[in-house]
């Protein structure tokens, strides 16, 4: 990808509410201070499947902020050892530490990366590996790093992660893309799933809110 970098202004930092626990962000990350998109974002964070044991490693791609990742991790603290979140925006790596600080999350670690780019295949492997895609497939090409949050052309992005995510997980990994399917075009995400031999399996039922569904997909290899 080419490199992308925030216009230069002052910082404006922020603090909101998610899932009872207080987050911040700054105008640089996509922000679920939207109703629509925080409401998509509780819906990820609150029925994202963890396993049911101890030892669990997750990882957040494009984690934003962090909340959807640590407030998962609130939840399952007694299960996830390892919580690694990875974005390819320094001000959401920062934004996310600084999180992961104040929810006292020793266990969390987060990266500068475009998507895998600054992880190891051979050292880095997770059991759930989740990522928020943007959602926007529009014949628009992103021009900044809050861009990239949202818009995705053609899907290149999410085609890029479904080839190289494999990778990444561990026996018996599991990979969940959060989505909302009004705002996507389902047919046009399918046929890329299709393109990199993989295919999204809905997790749960959506939730109809203003007109919009959020649900959380399970991208597995087509047998």
Same mark, same amino acid.
């Given at each position: 990808?080419? =490199?992308?970098?925030? #216009?230069?202004?002052?910082?404006?930092?922020? =603090? @909101? +509410?998610?899932?009872?626990?207080? @987050?911040?962000?700054?105008?640089?990350?996509? +922000?679920?201070?939207? +109703? &629509?998109?925080?409401? !998509?974002?509780?819906?990820?964070?609150?029925? *994202?499947?963890?396993?049911? /044991?101890?030892?669990?490693?997750?990882?957040?791609?494009?984690?934003?902020?962090? &909340?959807?990742?640590?407030?998962?991790?609130?939840?399952?603290?007694? $299960?996830?050892? /390892? *919580?690694?979140?990875? %974005?390819?925006? #320094?001000?959401?790596?920062? &934004?996310?530490?600084?999180?992961?600080? $104040?929810? !006292?999350?020793?266990?969390?670690? &987060?990266?500068?990366? %475009?998507? @895998?780019?600054?992880?190891?295949?051979?050292?880095? /492997?997770?059991?759930?590996?989740?990522?928020?895609?943007? @959602?926007?497939?529009?014949?628009?090409?992103?021009?900044?790093? *809050?861009?990239?949050?949202?818009?995705?052309?053609?899907?290149?992005?999410?085609? /890029?992660?479904?080839? =190289?995510?494999?990778?990444?997980?561990?026996?018996?990994?599991?990979?969940?893309?959060?989505?909302?399917?009004?705002?996507? +075009?389902?047919? %046009?995400?399918?046929?890329?799933?299709?393109?990199?031999?993989?295919?999204?399996?809905?997790? $749960?039922?959506?939730?109809?809110?203003?007109?919009?569904?959020?649900?959380?997909? =399970?991208?597995?290899?087509?047998?």
């Amino acid at each position: 990808m080419k =490199e992308l970098q925030s #216009p230069i202004e002052t910082m404006r930092e922020f =603090e @909101f +509410s998610f899932n009872g626990s207080l @987050f911040k962000t700054n105008q640089h990350i996509l +922000s679920p201070l939207n +109703s &629509c998109v925080g409401y !998509s974002w509780e819906v990820f964070a609150t029925h *994202l499947p963890i396993p049911h /044991r101890h030892n669990v490693s997750m990882l957040g791609v494009g984690c934003g902020s962090g &909340c959807i990742l640590i407030s998962s991790y609130l939840q399952y603290a007694d $299960r996830i050892s /390892r *919580l690694v979140g990875v %974005d390819i925006n #320094p001000h959401a790596v920062d &934004c996310t530490k600084d999180n992961m600080e $104040r929810h !006292s999350v020793e266990v969390g670690e &987060c990266y500068e990366s %475009d998507l @895998f780019q600054s992880l190891n295949p051979v050292e880095d /492997r997770f059991d759930v590996i989740f990522f928020n895609i943007p @959602f926007l497939n529009i014949d628009v090409e992103p021009t900044n790093l *809050l861009d990239v949050a949202f818009l995705d052309p053609q899907f290149k992005l999410f085609k /890029r992660f479904s080839k =190289e995510v494999d990778d990444f997980l561990a026996n018996g990994g599991k990979v969940y893309i959060g989505l909302s399917g009004a705002i996507s +075009s389902m047919g %046009d995400l399918e046929e890329a799933a299709a393109e990199c031999n993989k295919q999204l399996v809905a997790t $749960r039922p959506p939730n109809a809110v203003i007109e919009l569904e959020f649900t959380i997909y =399970e991208l597995q290899p087509i047998q």
